[in-house]
């Protein structure tokens, strides 16, 4: 209980933390520069859109200015495949003078600049999710676990028959992914109703919203803003060190229970130069819960954009899972219009539409420019995900783009929702089985009804690490068959 209180506390400080940073900002620019600084916002929301429309004008490789900085941005397949896959090494670099590298400290794994801390963090990371069921429980069965409380959470009020009440997808999906990653982190689940696990996501959104929010850009253009500092960082890490040392009071050496322990571990046999260290590990840990959560929640998040209607779904699913009391990720082989349906809400939803950035790691060519070391490099992968000629249905929402004439699942090598090449985001894996999981048992079980009086889906994007559609509630109701 007091691990709880400390963590509420935190969680709180955090909140608290970036209201007053955001307050002192307006604050100091408010008397000389409130209409350049209006002016700016408005340009960095029209920005986003534009960048996906300068295509048009200037090709696949073209140059602009993020603030003061220069950078290059990539659209299109081959322009992306080139870069991304057969030079990935030139183009495997992070820049390290934006305002997230001043709150991840330039370490971790996902900003950390490419080198040989990034190679043997990264290697760890996939090594230890990968082989994290090993004797214990696996990947999938936390996940089944997790899905059980969500059809806890929605038949709570049902009765016998229905449950009328609407849903907030947004609060129920989030509060998961993070009990998911929680769990395999640090050996820990929330219920969904504990202050704790509300103020740390609550906590960790509004971090991400700022991360590529207007206030971010600013930080990075102005010089002023980049002065100021940045309370939040030091919460962050109290949090992360405080699961550290109670691992450390708790562990058994050899006995790994979780990924901080399986860390503990290598950190006790590697040198004293290692690049492993308890400092990486609180970042390490961050970059995880982001990657976990984050991403994974809004991919799941739209996927119940699409729920209403899903009967040609739920007729295969039935048909698969006839007579089987359990799910199974294997089963999605033999769901190729479900998995066609998923990776098409993936497709359209491109909840990261410009990546994250990378630069150039020495002098390179990309489509016949030079390029020098150190160019800033932004991915469009809206402009991969629904280039004409790579797509049957590139601007429209169509399973039909990932099924072949026999009705067989197919995936395009233009799908790259997470990037693509050594720089691919870390929870990839983990967001594959997720979505098909918790999409089939909750499909299998329910019926997700957009309300009547709610009008039509708003997919205007909020602004953070990924988008997300605004949010919205659904009414769910038992299968009638179940």
């Known amino acids: 209980m007091e691990t709880l209180r400390r963590l509420v506390i935190l969680a709180s400080l955090l909140r608290a933390a970036i209201v007053v940073w955001i307050q002192t900002v307006v604050s100091l620019i408010h008397v000389w520069f409130v209409p350049c600084i209006k002016a700016l916002i408005d340009l960095i929301k029209t920005c986003v859109a534009v960048v996906f429309q300068l295509r ?21 397949f081959k322009a992306m495949k080139e870069a991304i896959v057969t030079k990935s090494t030139d183009f495997a670099g992070r820049p390290q003078d934006l ?28 090594m230890t999710l990968r082989n994290f069921g090993l004797g214990k429980k696996s990947m999938e069965e936390r996940i089944l676990e997790e899905i059980q409380y969500i059809i806890e959470t929605l038949e709570k009020n049902s009765g016998t028959a229905f449950i ?54 600013l930080y990075d253009s102005v010089p002023l803003i980049r002065h100021l500092p940045l ?25 790994p229970r979780d990924f901080v322990d399986c860390y503990l571990d290598e950190l006790e046999n590697r040198d004293d130069d290692s690049t492993f260290s308890e400092e990486q590990l609180t970042r390490i840990t961050f970059d995880l819960y982001v990657a976990g959560t984050d991403t994974n929640s809004e991919d799941v998040i739209f996927c119940s954009y699409f729920f209403d209607p899903s009967e040609r779904c739920q007729h295969e699913i039935d048909r698969v899972l006839v007579g089987k009391d359990r799910v199974t990720f294997e089963d999605r082989l033999a769901m190729p219009y479900t998995q066609a349906v998923i990776h098409e809400i993936q497709r359209i939803a491109n909840t990261v539409p410009l990546s994250a950035f990378h630069c150039t790691t020495k002098d390179t060519e990309l489509m016949g420019y030079s390029l020098p070391k150190g160019t800033m490099i932004i991915q469009n992968l809206n402009s991969v995900l629904r ?12 399973p039909e783009n990932f099924l072949n004439e026999q009705g067989e699942f197919i995936k395009p090598e233009a799908f790259m929702p997470f990037s693509t090449g050594p720089r691919m985001c870390l929870g990839e894996g983990l967001a594959r089985m997720e979505l098909f999981l918790i999409t089939v048992i909750l499909l299998r079980k329910f019926e997700f009804i957009w309300p009547e009086d709610a009008g039509e889906p708003d997919f205007t994007p909020v602004f953070g690490v990924t988008l997300t559609p605004k949010p919205y509630t659904m009414k769910v109701r038992l299968r009638s068959d179940q």
């Open 56 to 76: 048009e004008s200037y090709g696949n490789v073209y140059s602009l200015f993020m603030g003061s900085k220069p950078a290059v941005v990539i659209n299109g």
């Open 99 to 126: 305002f997230i590298n001043d709150v991840t400290q330039r370490k971790g794994v996902v900003m950390a600049d490419f080198g040989p801390m990034w190679r043997e963090h990264r290697r760890f990371a996939l």
């Open 164 to 217: 009328d009440n609407t849903v907030s997808p947004q609060v129920m999906f989030h509060n998961a992914g993070s009990n998911i990653i929680c769990q395999v982190l640090f050996g820990t689940r929330y219920e969904y109703d504990d202050e704790t696990i509300k103020l740390i996501v609550r906590c960790f959104t509004e971090i991400t919203k700022m991360i590529n929010s207007p206030w971010a850009m």
């Open 231 to 255: 309370p939040f960082n030091k919460i962050f890490l109290n949090i992360a060190r405080h699961l550290v040392n109670e691992h450390k009071r708790t562990r058994v050496s050899g006995e």
């Open 387 to 398: 280039e004409e000629g790579q797509w049957k249905f590139p601007h429209e929402f169509n």
